[in-house]
């Protein structure tokens, strides 16, 4: 059974920058798509960032040059590097671990930029 726990979440300033990381537990992290998500009260819960198994990003269109995911396979994690962080991108984010049967989501980690 796949577990996954983000944190790095907080409360910053326009401008700032936040680091949120979501640990895997339970799987061969190596071979699964993981993706970013965030919900903004009110609001469907949408795709911020997606790495693939073998490292290929993709990035919602308001977060790119801004948002930068990754992945440290030794250490079944996934980074969410935040910088440049605007109010629009208050939210809990969560992340999503893709396999062939199901998918997996974390508990989430809110995020509020706000001056």
């Known amino acids: 059974q796949v577990q996954l726990v983000e944190s790095g979440g907080g409360l910053v300033q326009p401008g700032g920058s936040l680091r949120l990381s979501c640990a895997a537990s339970g799987g061969i992290f190596s071979i699964y798509d993981i993706g970013w998500y965030r919900q903004a009260p009110g609001k469907q819960r949408e795709l911020v960032a997606f790495?693939?198994?073998?490292?290929?990003?993709n990035y919602a269109d308001s977060v790119k040059g801004r948002f930068t995911i990754s992945r440290d396979n030794a250490k079944n994690t996934v980074y969410l590097q935040m910088n440049s962080l605007k109010p629009e991108d208050t939210g809990v984010y969560y992340c999503k671990l893709v396999t062939l049967s199901r998918n997996y989501w974390g508990q989430g980690t809110q995020v509020t930029v706000s001056s």
């Open positions: 790495i693939s198994s073998r490292g290929t990003t």
